[in-house]
Structures are given as C-alpha cells and as structure tokens.
C-alpha cells in the first residue's frame, strides 16, 4: 500500500516562498501522474497543479499559474511543488496524490489513502 508523506509547509508572509515536497513510499510514482492538491477551512479539496510521470504535460489552476511551478523527481520516488509570491488565499493543506489526468479534478484521484498533508499559512 502506497504511503504519501508531504512536507515543507510553515508559515509564510505574503509574498514569500514555500517549496513543498511529496515523498511516497511502498510504491513507484515513476509511472503515475502526479498531482498537488488544497483545503482551506471550510472548503472542498481542490486541484492545484498536475505533473505526467515523464515530467511533460503540467497543469496548473488558474489561480496559481505563474506563481507555482509542480516537478518530479522519479528517482528520488517525489513530487515537489515550488510556491512563489504567497498569497494569504494560499493558506490551506497541501496534499499529492496520483491522477488519471493532469488536469485533474477530486474525482480523478488514484490512491485511496492521502497522507497527512502539509499545513501552508501565509499571512498578510
């Protein structure tokens, strides 16, 4: 059964950096899709960006485009996800799972079991 770790949350002032890492263990991500998600209080989980096993094929949601950059390593079996100019609405847990697409939705996710996440707070 597959174990995702993610890590590299803290808490950030606006217009800071954060680089999230997601580390997954009893399985290889080489070959899946990969993709961050967010949940704010009070808010559904939602699709953040999405990266292909080859590292081609990333997409990003709107509101983070030019902001957040998603990456793999296959080597290391991890999945990193480099957030820049923080906004305080980026405040929320980060979590990865594996997709069918990379333009994923909630209902795309693979793993049954998410990790704990990694909490993101950003402060204005």
């Known amino acids: 059964q597959v174990q995702l770790v993610e890590s590299g949350g803290g808490l950030v002032q606006a217009g800071g950096s954060l680089r999230l890492s997601c580390a997954a263990s009893?399985?290889?991500?080489?070959?899946?899709?990969m993709a961050w998600f967010r949940q704010a209080p009070g808010k559904e989980r939602e699709f953040v960006a999405g990266?292909?096993?080859?590292?081609?094929?990333?997409y990003y949601a709107d509101f983070v485009k030019g902001r957040f950059t998603i990456s793999r390593d296959n080597a290391k079996n991890t999945v990193y996800l480099q957030m820049n100019s923080l906004k305080p609405e980026d405040t929320a847990v980060y979590y990865c799972?594996?997709?069918?697409?990379?333009?994923?939705?909630?209902?795309?996710?693979?793993?049954?079991?998410w990790g704990q996440g990694t909490q993101v707070t950003v402060s204005s």
């Open positions: 009893g399985r290889t991500l080489s070959r899946h899709t």
């Open positions: 799972n594996a997709v069918s697409v990379p333009g994923a939705t909630i209902r795309d996710v693979l793993f049954d079991s």
């Open positions: 990266i292909r096993w080859s590292g081609n094929g990333i």
